[in-house]
């Protein structure tokens, strides 16, 4: 993080990927500590005297261009609390894990443990069966109790591994699933024309244009969640629909906000999903093209 200083109190936080962003400094240059606060609401009454934050200085586009520090994901510090271990538990080594969940097509919901080096997470043995939707079942009945087990994580278990006592602390990942499951994971309504998908605003004309403002369109949860807040306080039916229609939101908040996960970043598009269906339609548009002849001479070959 890098920043840049004016008559007032007010620094910018510049995009850590921009080479601009990122200086390094010599540990002896280092004079003191201070305290920096992102001012993510208007109001900056209650800084006095202290350095603040309320926009970032990015590139898009090979152009400088200033926004709001809300248009940004918050760090996990900022959503998540760390409680602290027990006295009694004090001297205990603590175990951290990161819980990926992959729920595919045909219902399964499979546990991995990212802390895994890759080239063993992929290993088949190495999904672990959570268990199967029923075929019109509910997935928030499904993962209730996962969920329930997970806020208990969360806060830190003792375990007994192989005789000797830790403190185990686990979080959410990544979340992967296919369409539609991967939206409603999260509370975004179905890819529509205008609604964008489950990470970003983007309407379907603008999705190939090079140059997006990726950071201006995407989807954050603390906005998100002011967003489910406004529908959930809608006097009406008819008002509570148009609410998450312009949202393009369901109307409530997915069951996984109930968990400490940044829903929006952690749960990607199945790239592989995507492909191989757009894969498929090539072939298959590329094969109608064909003459009877050329047809068998290509599925010959
Ligand atoms: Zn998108």
């Given at each position: 993080m890098a920043r840049l200083t004016t008559q007032k109190l007010q620094l910018w936080l510049v995009?850590?990927?921009?080479?601009?962003g990122s200086i390094i400094v010599n540990t002896t240059k280092i004079i003191k500590k201070i305290n920096i606060s992102i001012i993510r609401?208007?109001?900056?009454?209650?800084?006095?005297?202290s350095l603040y934050i309320k926009e970032i200085l990015y590139k898009n586009n090979s152009h400088w261009k200033l926004q709001d520090v809300n248009l940004d994901y918050m760090h996990p510090c900022e959503y998540s609390t760390l409680i602290a271990l027990p006295p009694e538990y004090n001297n205990l080594k603590v175990l951290k894990l990161f819980i990926d969940i992959y729920y595919n097509d045909f219902g399964g919901v499979y546990v991995q443990l990212g802390n895994m080096p890759f080239d063993i997470r992929k290993?088949?043995?190495?999904?672990?069966i959570l268990g199967f939707v029923p075929f019109g079942g509910s997935f928030d009945d499904f993962i209730h109790l996962f969920v329930l087990d997970m806020n208990q994580l969360e806060k830190g278990v003792l375990m007994n591994i192989q005789g000797n006592d830790y403190w185990i602390i686990a979080g959410l990942g990544c979340v992967t699933a296919d369409l539609p499951q991967g939206n409603d994971l999260v509370g975004v309504k179905c890819h529509s024309a205008i609604g964008g998908c489950r990470t970003c605003l983007v309407a379907k004309d603008n999705a190939?244009?090079?140059?997006?403002d990726i950071a201006m369109i995407s989807r954050y949860h603390h906005i998100t969640n002011v967003q489910f807040e406004g529908i959930s306080i809608a006097s009406t039916f008819a008002q509570r629909d148009e609410i998450s229609k312009k949202y393009s939101l369901r109307n409530s908040p997915p069951i996984?906000?109930?968990?400490?996960?940044e829903c929006h970043l952690q749960s990607p598009q199945d790239t592989y999903h995507l492909i191989a269906r757009i894969t498929l339609k090539l072939l298959k548009l590329t094969i109608s093209m064909l003459s009877l002849y050329g047809e068998q001479k290509f599925l010959k070959s």
């Open positions: 995009d850590q990927y921009l080479e601009e609401t208007s109001s900056i009454n209650n800084i006095i005297n290993h088949l043995r190495n999904h672990f190939t244009n090079e140059n997006l996984l906000d109930q968990l400490q996960y």
